[in-house]
């Protein structure tokens, strides 16, 4: 019987896509709530924190603004790829496997369904800081 490789390039944008979707996830969920001199700051993200609320004094005195770390963001869709990566080696391990985690991660329906996922994922996090964030959206960091 001749195995398949699945960790083809369609697998790997399927991979990213999914670590796309799991760090954008994380994007709604705050880490603290950690009060500075100067006001607050409150990190989002996991495992790396890649966005961050900022506020001055009391409001209206600063609003500084919901700010981006996109490399942050970048490494923590890579850390979640490098986990599917080893869960789909594992996986493919068990004979007969490999070809049904080849078709389903590599269809074109899964890849538009991912794509899209990661686009209304990106654009809830853009409207939840919009309406919930503390003033302005810097998406190019501060």
């Not at 869709?77 to 389903?104: C, D, M, T, W």
């Not at 209304?120 to 501060?142: E, K, Q, R, V």
Request: with cysteine; proline share 8%.
């Amino acid at each position: 019987m001749e195995k398949k490789d699945i960790f083809g390039f369609r697998t790997l944008v399927a991979l990213f896509s999914i670590g796309s979707i799991i760090a954008l996830a994380t994007g709604f969920l705050p880490l603290t709530d950690a009060p500075t001199p100067g006001g607050e700051w409150q990190p989002f993200g996991l495992p790396i924190p890649w966005k961050e609320y900022e506020r001055g004094c009391p409001p209206p005195c600063l609003q500084t603004g919901t700010s981006y770390a996109w490399p942050f963001f970048a490494v923590d869709v890579v850390i979640y790829a490098f986990v599917g990566y080893g869960l789909i080696h594992v996986l493919s391990k068990k004979p007969g496997k490999e070809v049904v985690l080849a078709k389903r991660l590599e269809s074109a329906k899964t890849l538009v369904l991912l794509a899209l996922t990661v686009i209304i994922l990106f654009g809830g996090n853009l409207a939840y800081d919009s309406f919930f964030g503390w003033g302005p959206i810097h998406l190019l960091g501060t």
